[in-house]
């Protein structure tokens, strides 16, 4: 590859290798030094790569190699406490950490000699020849110790593991009613409390292993069944050497429908302060398409959360930017804007719950009511749309096509409301 081309295919592609590195390391010096250490790489090897269409590829596995060599260069400096290198090997961003709570408590029990062994063999990706060198130890040392490292970790770590690409179990799903429960929902004067939401947005999972969900849509006015989803998560995956849980996704436009196998995937990643998606993937026109973080623009247009793709933070507080009065709101500041807006009392059907109101208002014209119970789990999600959302699509106002519909008006604008989500939580 001459430099003219080079320097083509890197203005191209040089996004998607900032992501990557950046999700790999925590401090932003470090990603900078190592995003640096990968480019100038590149730039005195590009005349090694002869298939220009292999850039973006032959870019990633030099990224991946500097990331490595930053973790090798950690293990090794006896100064680095191993809790320390753990976190950092498998944090997702620069300013979050992944610290999934069970593993880092079975971690933080291990004696440190398996602590150490796990963190060289594991995040360090050292052979265990290269392992035996540093540590000065025989080689059938270092894998009786894997050995027993593995051993003690599994004893510690209390979830199971999902049967890698088992279909979601019958078991995991949820006889929703083909006609919505009705339900009422009543303010109260109790001053809103924070939340700590960590489901993925729009779907209502927990990111863990071991979890899984239910939910259904209904259609308003008749409030009638249209589509139910069954998610599971499968087991753990990386997403670019990036860590997170692999989810199956099961939707079913009839109940009767036997048990399926899942049409959608994503591999998502939840840490002490986000939630966010690494990939997603779905049939489409007999070919299965696959998206990841490190693609174009159009993955974070439909699945990315905050700058960079950070991710939604999982802790909520009210902001006072968004003000309810009955069905009229006041937005201050520009739209998107998020916020919680109240505490109501959420009766359906015969369950009666406190729940905090979450509302997000997108600059698209949708608008979501989101009713979270004390245990931090969606029970109801509510559907509005501005009234001239999509017009040239559906021929008519929203206003006009559903009349018997609820409305809000926010800032003077009316929005109507098209459907609900009902989670399977709100009949626990």
């Known amino acids: 590859m001459d430099i003219t081309a080079f320097e083509q295919a890197l203005a191209e592609h040089r996004p998607a290798i900032v992501r990557f590195v950046r999700y790999r390391l925590t401090d932003r010096s470090d990603w900078e ?42 293990a090794r400096h006896k100064e680095v406490p191993l809790e320390d290198t753990m976190a950092t090997a498998v944090s997702p961003g620069p300013e979050d950490a992944l610290e999934q709570h069970v593993v880092q408590e079975a971690l933080a029990a291990l004696p440190s000699n398996d602590r150490q062994i796990l963190t060289l063999y594991y995040l360090g990706q050292q052979p265990q020849r290269h392992i035996a060198q540093t540590l000065g130890i025989p080689l059938g040392t270092v894998k009786s110790r894997l050995h027993n490292a593995r051993q003690a970790f599994r004893q510690l770590y209390p979830l199971p593991h999902a049967t890698k690409g088992a279909p979601l179990m019958d078991n995991t799903r949820f006889r929703f009613p083909e006609k919505q429960p009705p339900y009422t929902i009543t303010p109260l004067s109790t001053p809103p409390a924070a939340i700590r939401l960590e489901e993925l947005p729009g779907w209502f999972l927990v990111p863990r292993l071991g979890e899984h969900t239910n939910w259904a849509i209904y259609d308003h006015p008749a409030a009638t069944l249209t589509e139910t989803y069954s998610l599971a998560v499968t087991g753990p995956a990386k997403v670019h050497d990036v860590p997170g849980v692999a989810i199956g996704v099961t939707t079913r436009t009839s109940q009767q429908e036997p048990s399926a196998q899942a049409n959608r995937w994503f591999v998502a990643q939840l840490t002490p302060t986000h939630c966010r998606y690494l990939s997603e993937m779905h049939e489409e026109d007999g070919a299965t398409v696959l998206r990841t973080f490190l693609d174009s623009d159009d993955f974070l247009t439909d699945w990315g959360l905050g700058p960079d793709n950070c991710g939604r933070p999982v802790d909520i507080v009210p902001a006072g930017r968004i003000v309810r009065n009955g069905t009229s709101l006041t937005v201050s500041g520009d739209f998107p804007v998020s916020d919680i807006v109240g505490s109501y009392r959420l009766t359906i059907g015969k369950r009666t719950f406190d729940t905090v109101l979450l509302m997000e208002i997108e600059s698209d014209g949708i608008v979501s009511e989101q009713y979270v119970s004390a245990a931090d789990r969606t029970l109801l999600w509510r559907r509005f749309n501005r009234d001239d959302w999509r017009k040239e699509k559906y021929g008519k106002l929203w206003s006009e096509q559903l009349p018997d519909n609820e409305q809000l008006i926010i800032n003077g604008t009316t929005y109507v409301h098209w459907y609900d989500c009902l989670t399977d939580q709100a009949f626990c």
């Open 33 to 74: 030094d190592v995003l640096q250490d990968v480019l100038l790489t590149a730039f005195q090897q590009h005349h090694t790569l002869c298939d220009a269409s292999a850039f973006k590829p032959w870019l990633i596995r030099i990224a991946r190699n500097k990331c490595n060599d930053y973790y090798r260069s950690l």
